[in-house]
């Protein structure tokens, strides 16, 4: 488990992590001012700004826009695997780029708003997934690792900016979700999660969510940057994962747990981190 945090000349703050807490963890920190790319590969966790909670659970980026003074906090459940990158442009640096608050606020697919302070919520993208990756297990050391992770940084920044920024243009064309969509869209998502195990199809799922199947299956993608399938798949597999590195399982028990044949398993879980899963119990 570990944690770390840099800053480069260009005004990029950068920090990431891969943590497990065996008890509840509650962190207060004022929230950084400017423009805050999150990519959460792993995440349980309960955030909040200036004493209003939000549920930011499981994998997705979030970009957090603040322009004042606001107290952040993060509620971690137990037993739950944290891993995440945060890449931080202050606004001047932001306008530098050509990426200003402004722009970025317009663009739609708000979560939370509190006045000087706006966080908005895109889909995991297997790029997305797959720099943050990198960044999180940079092979460098000494001037290398630096020149590595900023560049790593400004491409992780670039793929998550571009969901966002020609919407922005956009507004009014008919592409973007209304935000009773997106509510049904994030209540389809937790029934589906819910129901993880013995999985709904798609009609039944949509008629829970009170959306058309058609505007369910192309509106879980825009939004999450993936499939419900997709979303069911990764959701057992980090299971697993915390199950494994909690202890006190075999391969064989979690899979059947997490509702994996134990012929897919081990495929499935490599795939999606890299590493076999008898790997954790070593």
């Not at 971690?76 to 606020?105: K, M, P, T």
């Not at 670039?158 to 920024?165: D, E, F």
């Not at 919407?167 to 979700?177: N, T």
């Not at 999450?224 to 399982?249: D, K, N």
């Amino acid at each position: 488990m570990f944690q770390w945090n840099s800053r480069f000349d260009n005004q990029l703050c950068l920090a990431a992590g891969c943590r497990m807490t065996q008890e509840p963890v509650e962190v207060r920190a004022p929230v950084f001012q400017g423009l805050q790319i999150i990519v959460a590969l792993n995440s349980k966790v309960q955030a909040g700004v200036n004493g209003r909670l939000m549920e930011a659970s499981d994998a997705g980026v979030y970009l957090v826009l603040a322009t004042g003074l606001h107290e952040g906090l993060d509620r971690y459940e137990s037993h739950s695997l944290q891993r995440y990158v945060r890449i931080g442009f202050d606004a001047e640096a932001a306008e530098r780029q050509g990426f200003g608050l402004d722009l970025i606020a317009r663009s739609g697919h708000h979560c939370f708003n509190d006045n000087d302070l706006l966080v908005l919520r895109q889909g995991l993208s297997a790029t997305a997934r797959a720099l943050a990756t990198q960044i999180l297990v940079c092979p460098y050391q000494g001037p290398m690792r630096d020149l590595f992770l900023n560049a790593k940084s400004l491409e992780l920044s670039a793929a998550v900016l571009q969901q966002c920024l020609p919407a922005a243009g956009a507004q009014g064309a008919g592409a973007e979700l209304s935000r009773a969509d997106v509510e049904r869209l994030w209540h389809a998502r937790e029934v589906a999660t819910a129901h993880a195990r013995s999985p709904l199809s798609l009609a039944e799922l949509a008629r829970e969510a009170g959306i058309n199947e058609r505007k369910l299956t192309a509106g879980f993608r825009q939004l999450f940057g993936m499939s419900v399938f997709e979303h069911l798949q990764q959701h057992r597999l980090e299971q697993a994962y915390g199950l494994l590195t909690s202890g006190g399982s075999s391969v064989t028990q979690v899979a059947l747990e997490v509702g994996y044949s134990i012929a897919h398993f081990s495929t499935a879980f490599r795939k999606r981190f890299g590493i076999a899963p008898s790997e954790l119990l070593r």
